[in-house]
């Protein structure tokens, strides 16, 4: 697999121990897991140069797969907030990841700790997951062990074999079925067909007090993209707004506050930017070993 700096812009996309659930064995996969895979040697994989983001101007950040952008990022501001970081991730390009911390949700899992040396080639992103899942409200799920039971109603995101993803209600819009490889869950939704929720409910404890903090938040755009969005001085409400202005049609609130906020992107190589500056931990956080769980995005 190659990777080069690219010279002109390529085309852009459009906008352990746990239980096994009913039905499977404990320790018993899916016929098809997500376990991160490098592409092959036949897919060239093309760093974007550094870029500025621009309010409401979509940027190629990252890399390019097959010409085209896995990630695009802007900076949108609500009503009454600062100006928040956001990125669609291409879902035809690329393949979400549930990687267990080395302490949390407790035990061993295929995908944990860090992405090791031998993947690194084919990492495009990673970013914090949910509040710690004893607080989340919701459960956590991989390869067919329950680390934390599943909650009827919660907010998740939902890993499939083929490496698509939704952000979704449980229950409603995703169920266990056999093709579901991970599902890490937080609180209920936060945007739900288009609606902001914000205004409803408890969104986690701000430090210091108050509701404005660094909040982050996945959502799912009606193309089946992922959006991932955060920034400082954030109510649920307006990290809501920010998610509906890209596109979300349902969204759902991951961790909050300054030190577990973060999203790093990579060229190919192993070196990462992260897609806000004032962002605690750098793009190396998720490659050497972190206690929390989190997500990666694979190439295809």
């Known amino acids: 697999m190659a990777v080069v700096a690219c010279s002109s812009t390529p085309t852009i996309a459009g906008p352990g121990a746990g239980s ?85 949700p407790g035990g061993s899992w295929p995908n944990q700790g860090a992405v090791p040396a031998a993947l690194q080639g084919s990492l495009v992103a990673a970013f914090n997951s949910g509040f710690h899942t004893s607080s989340s409200g919701g459960g956590w799920f991989d390869h067919g062990r329950m680390a934390v039971p599943l909650v009827t109603g919660a907010a998740s995101l939902v890993i499939r074999a083929d490496g698509s993803a939704t952000v979704g209600m449980w229950g409603r819009d995703a169920s266990l079925a056999a093709d579901v490889i991970s599902v890490r869950q937080n609180l209920g939704l936060l945007v739900d067909a288009g609606v902001n929720f914000g205004n409803s409910g408890s969104w986690g404890a701000v430090l ?79 490659l050497t070993g972190t206690a929390r769980d989190f997500v990666v995005i694979m190439a295809r």
Do not use: C
């Open 208 to 286: 210091g007090r108050g509701t404005n903090t660094w909040r982050s938040g996945l959502g799912v755009d009606s193309s089946g993209n992922l959006l991932y969005a955060s920034g400082p001085a954030l109510s649920a409400a307006t990290l809501a707004q920010v998610l509906i202005q890209a596109g979300a049609v349902r969204a759902m609130e991951l961790d909050i506050n300054p030190q577990w906020v973060a999203f790093s992107y990579y060229g190919g190589t192993g070196a990462g930017t992260n897609l806000l500056p004032a962002m605690h931990y750098p793009p190396s956080h998720w």
């Open 20 to 104: 096994a659930p009913p039905g499977r064995a404990a320790g018993t996969p899916p016929a098809s897991t997500t376990t991160a895979v490098a592409t092959t040697s036949t897919t060239t994989l093309v760093a974007f140069p550094a870029a500025t983001l621009t309010q409401g101007q979509w940027t190629p950040v990252g890399l390019a797969i097959r010409g085209k952008a896995a990630l695009s990022a802007t900076m949108i501001a609500a009503p009454g907030a600062p100006p928040t970081g956001v990125v669609r991730i291409n879902g035809a390009l690329t393949r979400p990841v549930l990687y267990a911390g080395t302490a949390e």
